[in-house]
């Protein structure tokens, strides 16, 4: 199993950066894919980015393709997620969630998940 811990959410004005965190532990030595995705309230959960084992698969949401940046560091088992340009659309719980394999962009296929970190975006 993976456990996973989001850190680097919080209130910003439209406009601004921020960048996320989510840090693995557990089984990291087999390959994984990692995604973020998001959950407004009242919302049902989006999609936001996913990236490939190596790095060199990277998919968006068309939202926040040209402003999201996911990107992971495998020697310190952590993905990130730079998000510039922010919307207050944008405003969201953010999880970040892992599956062993391939990636995928549909939500429902990552078997493991942090507890989310929220993104408040004012206008």
């Known amino acids: 199993q993976v456990q996973l811990a989001e850190s680097g959410g919080g209130l910003v004005e439209a406009g601004d950066s921020l960048r996320l965190s989510c840090a693995a532990s557990g089984r990291t030595s087999v390959t994984y894919a990692l995604a973020w995705i998001r959950q407004a309230t009242g919302k049902e959960r989006e999609f936001v980015a996913a990236?490939?084992?190596?790095?060199?698969?990277?998919y968006y949401a068309d939202s926040v393709k040209g402003r999201f940046t996911i990107s992971r560091d495998n020697a310190k088992n952590t993905v990130y997620l730079r998000m510039n340009s922010l919307k207050p659309e944008d405003t969201a719980v953010y999880y970040c969630?892992?599956?062993?394999?391939?990636?995928?962009?549909?939500?429902?296929?990552?078997?493991?998940w942090g507890q989310g970190t929220q993104v408040t975006v004012s206008s």
């Open positions: 969630a892992a599956r062993y394999g391939g990636t995928t962009t549909r939500s429902n296929e990552y078997n493991y």
């Open positions: 990236i490939s084992w190596t790095g060199a698969n990277t």
